[in-house]
């Protein structure tokens, strides 16, 4: 079974970058039975859709947020991260890494999700 | 891209109703479409994949039906632990969306 969890720091201040990492045990970021996800909800709003990256190393990004982020995956397959760069308060949200089925086109697995405060 | 929009945006409901929650695609997902439900703290769960294909572990007093642009979330026999605001996405191409919640209130 699939488990996920995110960290990184809670508080980043405006102008800089926003760098997260999603742990996962129970599978290998080179499975083909998944992608890998990150997607955020600010305080009292629905979810957005950030990014994703596959077992082959292609990124797809959320066209509003392309420009100032970064999936990436780590070299023991089992971690990936986001970037967020330039952030302000508008970035203020919880950050959730999921797992996307890749058989039935779904967020099968989510982490628990990290608060993440933009504020100097 | 795709939009996705839902309605209502929140409704009233008791213990016992059946709640009917509309998911709309801008464009065609064809069968693309699934459902999440959100409570408060706590990440989104999946409940219906593919527009009517059941999470396993999930109720099946949930239903999921539609295709195309059109797409409907069921909820037969309200029960306590149902009261959550419910997410569509579709999964049609890479740069998947989700809808904006709808919240199912006592």
């Known amino acids: 079974q699939v488990q996920l969890q995110e960290s990184g720091p809670g508080l980043v201040k405006p102008s800089e970058t926003l760098s997260l990492t999603c742990s996962i045990s129970g599978a290998s970021i080179s499975s083909r039975s998944h992608y890998w996800a990150w997607i955020r909800q600010p305080p009292g709003k629905g979810l957005e859709w950030i990014a994703t990256i596959y077992f082959s190393g292609n990124t797809y990004y959320n066209p509003s947020l392309k420009s100032r982020v970064t999936i990436s995956m780590d070299t023991s397959m089992t971690q990936f991260s986001l970037t967020v760069s330039s952030v302000t308060a508008a970035d203020t949200a919880i950050y959730y890494c999921?797992?996307?089925?890749?058989?039935?086109?779904?967020?099968?697995?989510w982490g628990q999700g990290i608060l993440v405060t933009v504020s100097s | 891209d795709i939009q996705m929009t839902q309605s209502p945006s929140s409704l009233s409901a008791s213990v016992g109703d059946t709640v009917t929650i509309s998911c709309r695609a801008s464009q065609t997902v064809r069968s693309y479409l699934n459902w999440y439900q959100q409570k408060p703290g706590k990440a989104p769960k999946p409940l219906i994949y593919g527009a009517s294909n059941l999470e396993s572990g999930v109720p099946l007093r949930f239903s999921g039906s539609g295709s195309e642009t059109d797409f409907t979330l069921t909820i037969r026999s309200l029960q306590p632990e149902d009261f959550a605001t419910y997410y569509c996405q579709h999964s049609f191409s890479a740069d998947v969306t989700f809808g904006p919640g709808t919240k199912v209130e006592i």
């Open positions: 999921s797992s996307y089925q890749t058989l039935d086109n779904y967020f099968d697995t």
